[in-house]
């Protein structure tokens, strides 16, 4: 009798199929290692570069390569989308493996060995993210300060062009992300409003372009003051664009020639596109890039 006891546990246990636990568990942690754990490594690997795929074109959407907002959306509810697929997949095809005796193999230095071999594959774009970031061409940005309101508002998360002015000159009305003049590892957000050779005043806030008074519906007249409200004409010199902020009152820009000045050519980054995440639901995607798109 003991010894069918003792047998008895072995059997079940030769006959006990993958875990949807452990298939669940290995999945969330890399995409594809649970298909590998119940035996499907080809399917695995090919969700896995799936998931790779989807992960480029997000990175590209917020690196201002494909900045518009479709693009981010589209990306991201596909990465999302493919990882709940692979995860559920793998617990359903897990609960549906018949019982074999391989499964009760230890096979655990080979998922780690495949996890391992997938944090490499995801690093490199990761990195290659990191370092476009710090030299500024991760064009992921949020609007930290109110200068653009109510274009952009405080908080909102942006995406922008960082392609755009490799091949076009700036134009007036365009939304530009630079470097500071004076302090160029900061970054500003504000409207380009004249561009090199223009002649440029302000008279209670608005801007005089060439003579003529510029047509701006992107400020509010209730947001206009403050101590540069006039601005006797100047010309913009050559190499620069001069730029306000759409909140007149409370911008620091090109109207303070101490603390800004114009900005040169060579400290435009990317042009604003569209705006990704923000806590109004209705603004997210919303276009911003030119007057003529509002």
């Known amino acids: 009798m003991a010894s069918i006891a003792d047998y008895a546990p072995a059997s079940l246990q ?8 452990v298939a669940g568990l290995l999945t969330v942690l890399t995409p ?3 298909h590998l754990y119940i035996g499907q490594a080809r399917r695995g690997i090919t969700l896995f570069v799936l998931v790779l795929i989807a992960d480029t074109l997000l990175m590209f959407a917020m690196m201002g390569v494909l900045a518009r907002f479709w693009m981010f959306a589209t990306s991201f509810a596909l990465l ?3 990882w709940t697929y692979i995860l559920a997949d793998a617990v359903m095809r897990a609960r549906r493996a018949p019982p074999s005796p391989l499964h009760n193999k230890n096979h655990w230095a080979m998922y ?7 944090c490499l594959v995801f ?5 290659y993210a990191w370092q476009a970031h710090a030299s500024g ?7 930290n300060s109110p200068s653009m309101e109510p274009t952009l508002e405080t908080g909102e998360y942006f995406l922008a062009d960082a392609t755009y002015y490799r091949a076009r000159k700036p134009m007036r009305g365009e939304v530009a992300v630079y470097k500071h003049p004076m302090q160029p590892e900061l970054h500003r957000i504000k409207r380009i409003v004249a561009i090199e ?3 440029i005043a302000i008279k209670r806030g608005h801007a005089i372009v060439n003579g003529m008074a510029v047509e701006e519906p992107y400020i509010e007249d209730s947001g206009v003051g403050g101590a540069f409200d006039d601005m006797p004409e100047m010309r913009v010199p050559p190499g620069h664009v001069f730029v306000l902020g759409d909140n007149r009152a409370n911008s620091v820009d090109s109207r303070d020639s101490v603390a800004h000045g114009p900005v040169p050519l060579g400290n435009l980054i990317g042009r604003v596109t569209d705006v990704a995440i923000s806590r109004h639901l209705m603004r997210m995607g919303r276009w911003i ?3 003529s798109n509002l």
């Open 197 to 199: 050779g223009d002649r």
């Open 289 to 291: 890039g030119t007057p």
């Open 123 to 127: 690093a490199a774009p990761c990195i």
């Open 112 to 118: 780690v060995g495949a996890f391992v071999m997938a």
């Open 137 to 143: 061409r991760l064009l992921w940005l949020s609007a």
């Open 80 to 82: 999302v989308g493919l």
């Open 14 to 21: 030769a006959d006990r199929g993958p875990s949807p636990w």
């Open 32 to 34: 594809g290692l649970g």
